[in-house]
Structure formats: C-alpha cells, structure tokens
C-alpha cells in the first residue's frame, strides 16, 4: 500500500455520534478528519483528498444529496452515508446520486467497521479488480467467463451473467435496482424492478447454498442489493 | 259594440258597399274577442250577423233574407266571424300564459342567482322558504347527516313544526314526490320533494302549502321539482366546497404531522444512536475493559437499541394509525423480503433455527417491500422471543382462495388461548407481565400493514404446541416477464 493510513472525512453534525465515528474509525488505523456542517466537509474533501467519506444524510446547512453531487463531480472516494430510518426514499436518492453504501441508525462498531473496510478495500485495489472471484463453492473466472460450482460449470443466460458481473464489479457496494436495470438491462427497462428480482431469484437458486437465505447476493429491502464476500 | 258598429255604419250605408260593412262588424268581433275573451266574442258574433241581417240586407228591418246571395255573405260572415272570435281568444290566452309563465321563469331565475350565491346549506334553506314563502306555501330543507338520518337545517325548525321523518326517509330513498294532503284543521298539504342533484339525491324539500292551490296540482308538482333541483344543485355544490376545503386542511394537517413525526424521530434517534455507537465502541476497546464493565457497556448499547426500536414502533404506529401510509406496491419475490427479514434480525435471532420453507411456485406478489419486511421481522422477532432458545421457527406460505397465505410458527408455547384476536391490538401483550421485553406494539403495526394491502392477519395454536401467525396477501395479476431468446444463452465454460 502507497499510504498505510487511509484518509477517512466524517460529516455529521452530531459531537458524540462524529466522536464514536471517529474512535471505530482510528481504530481500524484511519487517519480522521472531522467536518461539523456540509460547506466544511466539502472544504475538508477537497484539502484532504480522502480515500473515503462518511456522511450524515440530515445536515443543519445543505442537502446531503446536493452535497454528494458537489462531491462527485470532482471526487471518486467512496461514501458511507448515515440515515434516519425515515428516509428510506432519501436513501435510495443518495445511492443513485452516487453513494456507495449507507448505514441506518442507530447502528454498531462492527457494522460500520465492516462497511469501511470493503469500502476501503475496493478503494485502494482500484478499478482493475481481479478476474478471478470465489465465494462459498463458487469460483468465477471473469476474463474467461467461467462459472464453476463445486468444480462443475454453471449455465448462466447472458442476462444472469452480465448481472453477476454488476455485483461481482462493485463488491461491498449497494447496487440500487435502478442501476442494475440500466447495466444490466439498457435504460428502456428503468421502471421494470421486478426483472431485477426474478433474476436475482435465479441467480441464487444456482449459486447459493440456501437460496431463500443468500450469504453473499444480499438484499437491501426497498433499495437494491449488496454483494458481500 | 255591435250596436254601436251598426249605429255607426247605418248612415253610411249608402256609401259603403255591404261587404265593407261586413268587413266593420268582423273587426268589432275580433276587438270583443281580444278584449272580453270567448263567451262575448262569440255572442258578438252571433249579434253582428243577426244585426248586418236586420240592418242591411234587403229586404231590411227584417230577419228575412231577400237574395239567396245574401244568405251566402250572412252564412260566411257568422263562420268568420265565429273562428275568428276562437283564434283571437286563444291568441289572448296564450299570451296570458306566457306572461305567467315568464313570472315564474323570471322567479325561479332570481331562485337560481340567490342559491348561486349561498355560501351555507342554512342560506340555502332561508332562500327556498323565502322562495315558498312568495308562491304562498313554506319550505324546510332536510339534509341526511352520516348515518343517513334527516334533519332540518337552517332555522326553519319553526314553520314545520313536525315533519314525518319516514315520509322524508321514503322520499330521499325512492326519489320520488311524497305528496300528504292533510285532511287537518289547516288545510295544509304537505310535499316531500327529493333534491336529486347530478351525483346524488342530496336531501328532501318539505313544502308546505294552502290547500286551495291543489287545483293546480299538476303546475304545483312541476314547479316542486323546479325549486327542488336548484336547491338540489346548490346544496351539491356546497358539499364539494366542503370536500375540497376538507381535502385541503386534511393535506395541510398531513404536512404537518408528517415533519413532527420526521422531526421526532430525527431527534430521538440521534442520541440513541450516539449511545448505541459509544457504548458499542466501550465494548471492543482495546485494552479490553474489565468484565463487568464490559458487561454493562454491552446492557447499554442493548438497552439504547431496543428503545430505539420502540421509539422506530411508536413512530410507525402513529403514522400507520393516522391511517395515511399508502403501501408503496411493487411485484416482490416474497422469499426475497423473507430472506431480509431474516438478515436484518440476524443477532437477536441467535439460537433459534430459522427455516424458509415456502412452495417454488409463489408467483411475484404486490406489495410493498419495506412495509412487509417489518411485518415478517415482527413476526419473527415474537417466535424467537416467546419460544425456547434452539427450537425451530419456519416461515411457510401456501396459495389458496386467490391470496397468499404466509405463516410464522414457532415452538413455544403458543398465545393464551381465547386471547388470538386480542394481541393485535395495541398495547396488547400476551402475557401483561411477561419478562420478555415489548410494548405490544408489533402486531398492531402488523396488522395495519397488512390491512393496508388488502390482506388480513390471524393467530392460533398449533397442536400439541407453537404459535401460528398468518397473513393473506392478495394475488394480482403479475406482470409479464419477457423471456431471453435461448439462442442468447452460452454455456459459461468455454473449454
């Protein structure tokens, strides 16, 4: 690794909540950069370049959707957003605006911690990511296209195996349904979510071991899905 | 007249030709008819033939016609003279009915602009009696409250001293005219006339009228109806006012109530989540903190997550009983939302052996996810907390009647029995004084959610024991899934 301590930016408004964020986040060796309103935190971005943002959906001065679009048009660290179970449509705005992941509060050490390292991770390994994915018995080999279970080769239709290749891409990432449908679909199919369901149904069904209950296509009920390995 | 005519038309005689004094006595007819109506305008008639004989027909001073010419003229001046006395009375009577006719369009006109412009149903009263009041009879509007039981309105209460509320019932049901001629000391008849508006009949008009206009019931019926339609016309357009007016407050109130509950629960969950961070951040430190410590660090974060659970209930609740949570539906895979309310339990589901067992046939069901998800994990999270650590707890489903039918059954005990309806009201515990943590909000919530789908929600026991919750979801008509062409699918492995 080029820098040993990742650059982590907190907005939030909250002391105590940016405190705890804070003390998990040093201890998982994340250098901290605290913001108190969204103007700060963008100054903060900008100055500190980090290699991920965690940001509280309901600032005191701008639009937590407003300031994920500030910030992506000139930055491509990710960004953990931190929301009230009352915006469960906010949440999804955020992930299609550009948001890579968020957290509903009330929420635990381990989950942000869990959260921070694959987001982290798939951060410092950049964009070539590896061809080669194995998760459970399934391994993928995504430059030859192969699928194997247990060894055996998986039929997959070309519609499964592009939406593989979505969640595969984006490990630790939520995928909102919107964004699989124009990946994986093309745009005319935006409104069609439950294309999205049935194939991620199918997918399960050939690589998870207990489809009904799935340990790496995970669903984000009202929002799309994660893959988590 | 006719004598004055032929007094008039004797001395001229020798000037005039007798069928220009013909002309004279037709034009007497006609002004007698004009003016005295038919009885005279006939007798006129009559009169005039029997003086133009008298006077002016050779041989004269006599009834006696000389010439069979003469009894010609004599014959076509009465027959003239005759139809032109009908015409012209007819001409007059006309004339008379549509002056009358005129006054009443004129007064229901000013009927119409008055109703145009009540902003009241009691304006609308006040301007019928008025109304009724000028043609000689007096009127009180009956309007249905919500249970369908008329009663006055406006401060007309005193002009109809008592009304028969089931004459007005028949009438605003069967829309039809009740007409009571009374046979008391008064002399009064008594109308029932229903409002029929454009959507519906929207009241009744009781008039009340003297008895010695029955002779011109038929006019009286029709003008009934007249006044009843505007009246019915206006008090329509009073009740959308009210609607529209209701719908707007019900909106601004829906604002409301929707950012104090955002507020609210922004407010208490910032805190709470604050506690549950800082006191889970207590329990992985490092140095490890001394056991007890440890302990109560860990009783914390479980203590501030559960309030924030219930707080997350309370909120749900008061949103759900306002009644204005619409159900964002969408086609689900139900073993999907299963499958996540199994996930987003996770940690307080250890222990317990979470089986999903549902059929591979279940089409894509309409509903809305989140919503649903919060009924299976309240369902779940009462099997888990109710029954013996290690037992099993399935989620089954079964289609049946046009409706999903999907169950939660645990191992435990199972509710008190005769009490299965009773826990989904709110506050509502199985057993009040359980040691097992809730405030009896879970099912209630449940219950709202699925009632908000269409869908309803029951508890029983299982023999010999467990608990069985299960709910209907109604089947629709899912959406077409346009397959791949097969020619597109590739096996995955090449070489």
């Not at chain 2, 009559?46 to 004989?53: H, K, R, T």
């Not at chain 2, 109304?131 to 009180?140: C, I």
């Not at chain 2, 689900?332 to 996770?346: N, T």
């Not at chain 2, 809305?368 to 299976?376: C, F, G, S, T, Y």
């Amino acid at each position: 690794m080029a820098d040993p301590l990742p650059c982590v930016v907190v907005v939030e408004d909250d002391r105590q909540i940016r405190r705890f964020v804070r003390s998990t986040l040093e201890a998982e060796g994340c250098k901290v950069f605290e913001a108190e309103t969204g103007q700060q935190g963008l100054v903060e971005a900008g100055t500190r370049k980090p290699d991920l943002v965690v940001l509280d959906l309901g600032l005191p001065d701008i639009d937590g959707i407003d300031f994920i679009r500030d910030l992506r048009s000139w930055s491509e660290a990710p960004i953990i957003v931190l929301s009230a179970r009352s915006t469960e449509a906010d949440k999804v705005t955020a992930l299609d605006t550009g948001a890579d992941d968020y957290l509903a509060k009330p929420f635990g050490v381990a989950e942000l911690v869990a959260r921070v390292r694959a987001l982290l991770r798939r951060h410092s390994r950049g964009s070539e990511g590896s061809a080669h994915v194995s998760f459970g018995d399934v391994t993928v080999d995504l430059s030859r296209r192969s699928v194997l279970r247990e060894g055996q080769p998986v039929h997959l239709t070309a519609v499964e195996y592009r939406l593989l290749a979505q969640l595969l891409g984006n490990v630790g990432k939520v995928l909102t349904h919107r964004h699989l449908l124009r990946e994986v679909w093309g745009p005319s199919f935006v409104e069609s979510n439950h294309y999205v369901r049935i194939y991620v149904a199918r997918l399960r069904r050939k690589l998870e071991a207990d489809p009904a209950q799935p340990r790496y296509i995970l669903t984000e009920t009202g929002v799309g899905y994660r893959f988590q390995l | 007249m006719c004598i004055g005519t032929a007094a008039l038309t004797s001395p001229l005689q020798d000037y005039l030709d007798l069928a220009n004094t013909v002309m004279l006595f037709l034009l007497a007819v006609l002004l007698v008819a004009l003016r005295a109506g038919r009885g005279p305008a006939i007798f006129a008639a009559i009169a005039s033939v029997l003086l133009f004989d008298f006077l002016f027909v050779p041989p004269r001073f006599s009834l006696a016609v000389g010439d069979v010419q003469y009894g010609i003229t004599l014959g076509v001046m009465l027959a003239v003279a005759l139809v032109t006395a009908q015409l012209a009375t007819g001409m007059g009577r006309q004339a008379e009915v549509a002056a009358r006719r005129e006054r009443e369009t004129r007064s229901f006109y000013e009927l119409a602009r008055d109703l145009a412009g009540a902003v009241s149903t009691e304006q609308v009263a006040a301007i019928a009696e008025q109304f009724m009041h000028a043609a000689g009879g007096h009127a009180t509007l009956l309007l249905p409250d919500t249970s369908d039981v008329l009663s006055v309105t406006g401060d007309g209460a005193g002009e109809v001293a008592h009304f028969e509320q089931r004459l007005a019932l028949v009438a605003y049901r069967k829309g039809e005219i009740v007409a009571v001629n009374a046979l008391d000391d008064a002399g009064h008849s008594v109308s029932y006339v229903p409002l029929k508006a454009p959507m519906r009949t929207r009241g009744v008009l009781v008039v009340t009228a003297e008895r010695r206009s029955r002779s011109s019931h038929e006019p009286m019926d029709a003008m009934l109806s007249t006044v009843a339609s505007l009246v019915a016309i206006a008090v329509e357009r009073l009740h959308y006012v009210d609607v529209a007016n209701n719908a707007q407050m019900e909106m601004a109130s829906e604002r409301l109530r929707t950012s104090i509950l955002s507020a609210l629960s922004h407010d208490l969950r910032t805190p709470l989540t604050a506690i549950v961070g800082l006191a889970d951040s207590l329990t992985v430190q490092k140095p490890p903190l001394p056991e007890a410590a440890h302990e109560t660090a860990a009783a914390i974060r479980d203590q501030a997550a559960r309030l924030s659970s219930m707080v997350t209930n309370l909120l749900d609740m008061a949103r759900l009983a306002a009644g204005n949570v619409k159900p964002r539906k969408e086609w689900q895979v139900l073993e999907e939302v299963a499958g996540a309310a199994v996930q987003l339990l996770g940690r307080s589901l250890a222990g317990h052996r979470v089986a999903i067992e549902l059929p591979l046939a279940i089409p894509l069901i309409e509903f809305d996810a989140i919503l649903i998800e919060r009924v299976l994990c309240n369902l779940i999270e009462n099997a888990a907390k109710y029954s013996a650590p290690g037992s099993a707890i399935t989620i089954g489903a079964r289609l049946e009647g046009g409706f999903a039918h999907v169950s939660v059954t645990d191992e435990g005990p199972g509710f008190p029995e005769g009490r299965q309806e009773e826990v989904f009201e709110m506050f509502v515990r199985g057993e009040p004084e359980s040691s097992a943590p809730g405030a009896g909000l879970g099912l209630a919530i449940s219950r709202s959610i699925v009632e908000a789908h269409g869908g309803t929600i029951h508890a029983r026991n299982q023999a010999p024991r467990g608990a069985q919750v299960t709910f209907t979801l109604p089947l629709g008509t899912p959406p077409e899934i346009a397959e791949e062409p097969e020619t597109d699918s590739w096996e995955a492995q090449r070489g």
